[in-house]
């Protein structure tokens, strides 16, 4: 089995890499196209900002990679992000994967504090991914923006307004949380990522 976590200039890759290693899952970071292809899994983590992020893979030609990827791909939070159409973030167009459309919280929305800090709820589970995960079940979260709910949500939860906490299409998977940061729930979820 081989894991690879893709080098792009986001965060939040090392803490990934130790929580796989948590788990007894070994995984390698690179942004070698060759090396990414022939990986049985692919974490597409990130902390940063959509426009810089997707314009360092438009300049690497990853995201054409990414896009035609066949095996599990899971995109964190960033990740998840970029792979959605659109982003409020700088007005970019992303990597088109999913449909939903990802926007800035609001004080519109009665939201007080943005971003959104802390342990959240994931709720309305839909997916292997959250195979022996209890619904409501706690997750931490970091972020300012959030991807609507749409065809492909598979998780929910609610910070002023209901948003995705989860998407899937295809082999392509994205959580919102951070599941490196969510204790043993973070764990499983990257368990039963890995054993799909």
């Not at 890499?17 to 196209?33: Q, S």
């Not at 035609?68 to 998840?80: A, E, F």
């Not at 994967?97 to 943005?114: L, R, T, Y």
């Given at each position: 089995?081989?894991?690879?976590?893709?080098?792009?200039?986001?965060?939040?890759?090392?803490?990934?890499?130790?929580?796989?290693?948590?788990?007894?899952?070994?995984?390698?970071?690179?942004?070698?196209?060759?090396?990414i292809?022939?990986?049985?899994?692919?974490?597409?983590?990130?902390?940063?900002?959509?426009?810089?992020?997707?314009?360092?893979?438009?300049?690497?030609?990853?995201?054409?990679?990414?896009?035609?990827?066949?095996?599990?791909?899971?995109?964190?939070?960033?990740?998840?992000?970029?792979?959605?159409?659109?982003?409020?973030?700088?007005?970019?167009?992303?990597?088109?994967?999913?449909?939903?459309?990802?926007?800035?919280?609001?004080?519109?929305?009665?939201i007080?504090?943005?971003?959104?800090?802390?342990w959240?709820?994931?709720?309305?589970?839909?997916?292997?991914?959250?195979?022996?995960?209890?619904?409501?079940?706690?997750?931490?979260?970091?972020?300012?923006?959030?991807?609507?709910?749409?065809?492909?949500?598979?998780?929910?939860?609610?910070?002023?307004?209901?948003?995705?906490?989860?998407?899937?299409?295809?082999?392509?998977?994205?959580?919102?949380?951070?599941?490196?940061?969510?204790?043993?729930?973070?764990?499983?979820?990257?368990?039963?990522?890995?054993?799909?």
């Amino acid at each position: 089995m081989k894991t690879v976590i893709i080098q792009y200039n986001a965060g939040n890759i090392q803490s990934v890499l130790y929580a796989l290693e948590r788990i007894g899952c070994t995984a390698e970071v690179t942004d070698n196209p060759e090396q990414i292809l022939q990986a049985d899994k692919v974490i597409f983590p990130g902390v940063g900002e959509a426009s810089t992020a997707m314009n360092y893979l438009r300049n690497r030609n990853l995201d054409q990679l990414i896009i035609h990827l066949k095996q599990p791909v899971l995109g964190i939070c960033l990740g998840m992000q970029l792979m959605c159409k659109h982003s409020e973030e700088n007005n970019t167009d992303c990597l088109g994967i999913f449909e939903e459309k990802v926007c800035k919280f609001s004080p519109a929305d009665g939201i007080n504090k943005i971003p959104q800090i802390g342990w959240n709820t994931i709720e309305e589970l839909k997916s292997p991914i959250f195979k022996n995960i209890k619904d409501a079940s706690f997750c931490y979260y970091v972020h300012s923006y959030y991807a609507s709910l749409g065809e492909h949500t598979i998780a929910t939860t609610q910070y002023g307004i209901r948003y995705s906490a989860a998407l899937h299409k295809d082999n392509f998977y994205g959580v919102q949380f951070h599941p490196e940061k969510s204790a043993e729930t973070g764990e499983q979820i990257l368990r039963n990522f890995i054993a799909l």
